[in-house]
């Protein structure tokens, strides 16, 4: 059984409450990076794996790409998609991403915004996004950083007055499930290794393009001075990868 805690009312709730949520792509703080890392859109056929309120979807379509789908496993999160979406060319589907079966070479693009760190295998998303990618087409992902999922924590050490000390790495090669605490206690990601995230493109035939560890914009330290602590360690892995 694949969780879905996105469509359990309080959890939606506090997710659709968060800055990301609300502002949009704008709102996402690796956003100015992931959009570097994007090919061409124009004429393009786009899928979007995990594609929660349909930002990327429809920011695909706001650069001319041909046709959007867009997947995911919650319906709260669809239904909230559809609602801001107001065009024929993008479509969505209610699925877990373990779970599509579409046909072979039928899209130029692949995206996935933070949601393989949900899926037990991402090497069986690898071989399914290989085939359902035209030759020359791309695969661009963020994920939480390996640092990041490493342990089931997922937060500072803090000293006897609240300061934050540093971020603790522990377990990192020891890949597998975790229960983690956001929005909610109890919430299943799966932590792997960042050359497993790297060996599992190349042996599934992907060329590697890129690779990025997330970064704030000057834009958001300047709007944020809270935002300096995301220079002491990313919390964000984004790979663009070629077929």
């Known amino acids: 059984m694949k969780q879905n805690k996105y469509d359990e009312e309080k959890f939606f709730f506090a997710y659709k409450n968060m800055e990301r949520s609300v502002k949009g792509l704008e709102g996402a703080g690796e956003w100015h990076i992931f959009k570097e890392l994007l090919p ?54 209610k699925m877990p991403i373990e779970d599509i079966n579409l046909s072979n070479q039928q899209f130029d693009v692949v995206l996935s915004s933070l949601a393989f760190h949900y899926i037990k295998s991402f090497e069986t998303v690898c071989k399914k996004v ?3 990618l035209n030759p020359g087409g791309s695969f661009v992902f963020s994920v939480e950083h390996p640092i990041f999922t490493s342990r089931e924590e997922q937060d500072w050490y803090f000293d006897d007055s609240g300061n934050r000390m540093h971020w603790p790495v522990d ?26 995230y790297i060996n599992d493109l190349l042996h599934a035939g992907f060329t590697i393009r890129n690779v990025k560890e997330s970064i704030p914009s000057k834009k958001m330290l300047k709007a944020n001075p809270e935002m300096k602590n995301e220079l002491r360690r990313p919390m964000f892995l984004l790979i663009s990868a070629e077929k």
């Not at 377990?171 to 497993?196: A, P, W």
Request: with cysteine; net charge positive.
């Open 130 to 132: 290989y085939d359902y």
């Open 171 to 196: 377990n990192y090669q020891l890949e597998g499930l975790r229960e983690t605490t956001f929005l909610s206690d109890k919430v299943i990601k799966y932590h792997r290794t960042v050359s497993t």
């Open 40 to 93: 061409e859109l124009e004429n393009k056929r786009v899928l979007d794996l995990g594609c929660g309120f349909g930002w990327h979807c429809r920011y695909a379509r706001e650069q001319q790409a041909k046709s959007v789908i867009g997947v995911d496993i919650s319906l709260k999160m669809l239904q909230q998609a559809r609602e801001m979406t107001k065009d024929p060319s993008i479509s969505y589907v």
